[in-house]
C-alpha cells in the first residue's frame, strides 16, 4: 500500500475540470496582443499540465508522473526566461556594455 | 477506503481552483502586467497545493520527495520568471493599461538612472504614449 486511493471518477472529473479551465489562458494564447501575453498564457497552460500530470499520479499510482512534473517545472522556467531574452536581451549579453549604454546590433526584438 | 484520504481533496480541490481563477484572470485582466500578476502568484500557489495533495497522498518517502521539491522549484522559479517577462514586456513597448497610477521604471529611465538596452529607437512611454512600437 504505497498510496491512500481516492475513487478514479472523482479524479477522472478533476482532470476534465482542470483541462477546461486551462481553456481560458488558451484563449489569451489565441489573442493576446503581445508575445508577452502569449508566454504568460503558455506558462500558465503548463502549469495546468502539471496539475494534470499530477491528478494522473493520483489516479494511476505511478510516481513517475511525479517526475514528469519536476521536469515540467523546469521546462517551463527555462522556456519563458528564454522568451524574455528573445523581448529584452539583459545588458549583459550587449557586445559594449560600456559608460554610455550599451551601443551594438540591438536584439531582433 | 480510509476517511483519511479526502483530506487530500482539500488541498487538491483548492489547487485546481486557484488554477482555474488565474486562468480567469489572464483572459481577463486589461493589462500584460496586470495578467501577469494573476497568473504568477495565483498558479504558483494552485500548482503548489496540488503537489501538496500529491505529497499527502503517497506514503512514501521517494515519491513525496519529488513532490516537495518541484514545490520548492516552482516557488523559486516562477517569480524570476515573471519578473524577468515583466521587464520583456515593459521594454518592448507593450502598453500600460489606462488606469495605471505608478509607473517608476519610466521616471528613472527619463531621469537617465536605468538605461534600457532595447529602447533606443522607441521613445520613453511618458513622452509619446502613441507614439510607442506596436507590441510583438
Known amino acids: ?109 | 477506503m480510509e476517511p483519511l484520504a479526502y483530506l487530500t481533496l482539500v488541498p487538491l480541490v483548492g489547487g485546481i481552483l486557484l488554477l482555474t481563477i488565474a486562468g480567469l484572470g489572464v483572459l481577463r485582466m486589461p493589462d500584460v502586467f496586470l495578467r501577469m500578476q494573476a497568473a504568477s502568484k495565483a498558479s504558483s500557489l494552485g500548482a503548489a497545493l496540488v503537489l501538496a495533495a500529491v505529497a499527502l497522498h503517497y506514503h512514501s518517502v521517494g515519491d513525496s520527495s519529488h513532490a516537495i521539491a518541484a514545490i520548492v522549484l516552482l516557488f523559486i522559479t516562477i517569480p524570476v520568471s515573471t519578473h524577468l517577462l515583466a521587464r520583456a514586456a515593459y521594454l518592448t513597448g507593450v502598453p500600460l493599461w489606462k488606469g495605471t497610477v505608478q509607473d517608476e521604471l519610466a521616471a528613472a529611465i527619463r531621469s537617465g538612472e536605468y538605461v534600457p538596452p532595447v529602447s533606443e529607437e522607441s521613445p520613453p512611454p511618458e513622452q509619446a504614449p502613441q507614439g510607442r512600437r506596436p507590441p510583438l
Do not use: W
Open chain 1, 1 to 109: 500500500m504505497t498510496h491512500t486511493p481516492l475513487p478514479e471518477p472523482l479524479l477522472e472529473a478533476l482532470m476534465v475540470f482542470v483541462a477546461a479551465g486551462a481553456l481560458l489562458p488558451l484563449a489569451r494564447l489565441v489573442k493576446g496582443p503581445s508575445l508577452a501575453d502569449r508566454a504568460v498564457a503558455f506558462d500558465l497552460i503548463a502549469m495546468a499540465v502539471l496539475a494534470l500530470a499530477c491528478l494522473e499520479a493520483m489516479r494511476s499510482g505511478r510516481g513517475v508522473f511525479l517526475d514528469a512534473a519536476v521536469v515540467l517545472a523546469i521546462l517551463t522556467f527555462v522556456a519563458t526566461v528564454a522568451i524574455a531574452q528573445f523581448l529584452a536581451p539583459a545588458r549583459s549579453l550587449a557586445p559594449t556594455p560600456g559608460r554610455s549604454g550599451p551601443d551594438g546590433p540591438r536584439g531582433g526584438a
